[in-house]
């Protein structure tokens, strides 16, 4: 068999976005390996996460993780302007 789990193979979690209280944008995934892309208001290129990061002028981020060997994650696109309003 190719894939544990009774033969099928895993997905990768969707992450998780969130705009902190200090300005910095966070993006976790809950599949352990996982790599996470993102991209801020559907504008430019792709970047890969590695820490959280400060953007003021993103109200969306686009987000998918994808973990070798497993399926990636859904694509979830984020509004941030719910919470810089609440703020």
């Given at each position: 068999r190719l894939w544990p789990n009774?033969?099928?193979?895993?997905?990768?979690a969707v992450?998780?976005?969130?705009?902190e209280l200090n300005g910095?944008?966070?993006?976790?995934c809950a599949t352990k390996g996982a790599a996470i892309g993102y991209?801020?208001?559907?504008?430019?290129?792709?970047h890969i996460y590695t820490a959280p990061f400060r953007d003021d002028e993103?109200?969306?981020i686009e987000v998918v993780a994808h973990r070798i060997g497993y399926k990636p994650?859904?694509?979830l696109?984020?509004?941030l302007k719910e919470r810089l309003d609440s703020e």
């Amino acid at each position: 068999r190719l894939w544990p789990n009774g033969g099928t193979q895993s997905v990768t979690a969707v992450p998780v976005v969130r705009r902190e209280l200090n300005g910095l944008i966070t993006i976790e995934c809950a599949t352990k390996g996982a790599a996470i892309g993102y991209r801020v208001s559907g504008r430019g290129a792709w970047h890969i996460y590695t820490a959280p990061f400060r953007d003021d002028e993103a109200r969306e981020i686009e987000v998918v993780a994808h973990r070798i060997g497993y399926k990636p994650s859904e694509r979830l696109t984020v509004s941030l302007k719910e919470r810089l309003d609440s703020e």
